[in-house]
């Protein structure tokens, strides 16, 4: 059973960078073919895909996002991470972390984290 949980402050202040990490269990971050993800859900809108980081590291990111998004990983802990610089109000969402797993025809995601609110607020 892979298990994913997303950790980091739930109160960030505008200007400020949001950092969040997600620890895996149950599946190695490495594994060919999957590739995981960082996902967030604004209030009372859908869920908006942020940025993957790979089996092999490589790392994908939305465009509209990516001058302010890093995401990197610490294979030894089995943890990736999200960094959005400059937040402001408007990234105020719950966060998910999810595991997309690639197949011949696509892929989709076959788990998720909890979520974890963050707030952006002075």
């Known amino acids: 059973q892979v298990q994913l949980q997303e950790s980091g402050p739930g109160l960030v202040k505008p200007s400020q960078t949001l950092s969040l990490t997600c620890t895996v269990s149950g599946d190695s971050i490495t594994t060919d073919y999957y590739y995981w993800s960082w996902i967030r859900q604004p209030p009372g809108e859908g869920l908006e895909w942020i940025g993957d980081i790979g089996y092999s590291g490589r790392t994908f990111y939305k465009t509209s996002l990516k001058s302010r998004t890093s995401i990197s990983r610490d294979t030894s802990k089995n943890q990736f991470t999200l960094q959005l610089s400059s937040v402001t109000p408007e990234d105020t969402s719950v966060y998910y972390c999810?595991?997309?797993?690639?197949?011949?025809?696509?892929?989709?995601?076959?788990?998720w984290g909890q979520g974890t609110q963050v707030t952006v607020s002075s």
């Open positions: 999810a595991r997309w797993r690639e197949t011949s025809v696509g892929g989709y995601y076959d788990y």
